[in-house]
């Protein structure tokens, strides 16, 4: 939270442009690649298989790997995810964690997003906004645990092949005059 207020406003001059977001894609997609071979490897000790194990320590490098998620183009889900395998935490738990993380991430955005456009909001759209959060709560916890099952038996490699191809899509559009990306 303090580097998005602190460096948000240059992230969002200097990154927030299809080039460097494309590299992000290519560059995260790789990284995947190569969590998933060392996850594959002898070389990759599982230190942390259950998230109850995980020490404070552990918590601090997998939520300092969230920062990752400030330059555009990686996602918040997947930094915490494949740094905590880095880090030597099984799939699953990182997998788990980042799904604790979330919570207070995503509500210091939007408690943000509120104070910031206040002047828009009315009681009049306090309904909507209910109904809206029962909503995505009642279909988070829907997905959260079928999702936590599919990632534990599951690798990332499909979605890392994903992100290097559709980058360098972009990339090569980009670069070509095909496309005017905005």
């Known amino acids: 939270m303090v580097l998005g207020l602190l460096f948000g406003s240059v992230i969002k001059r200097y990154l927030f442009h299809p080039i460097p977001v494309a590299l992000a894609f290519v560059l995260g997609g790789i990284i995947i690649l190569w969590a998933e071979a060392r996850a594959a490897s002898d070389k990759h000790p599982i230190r942390v298989s259950h998230i109850d194990r995980m020490s404070g320590l552990d918590a601090l490098k997998v939520g300092l790997m969230q920062c990752f998620a400030l330059i555009p183009g990686t ?108």
């Open 75 to 182: 996602s918040r889900s997947g930094a915490t995810i494949i740094g905590g395998m880095f880090l030597g935490l099984s799939r699953t738990t990182a997998t788990e964690f980042s799904f604790f993380l979330a919570i207070p991430t995503l509500i210091g955005a939007g408690a943000y997003d509120i104070y910031k456009y206040r002047a828009l909001l009315t009681w009049d759209d306090l309904p909507m906004f209910a109904i809206g959060l029962l909503a995505a709560f009642g279909s988070a916890l829907a997905v959260v645990h079928w999702l936590i099952q599919f990632v534990a038996k599951h690798s990332f490699v499909a979605f890392a092949w994903y992100r290097i191809l559709f980058g360098v899509l972009v990339l090569v559009t980009s670069y070509s005059g095909l496309v005017t990306w905005r």
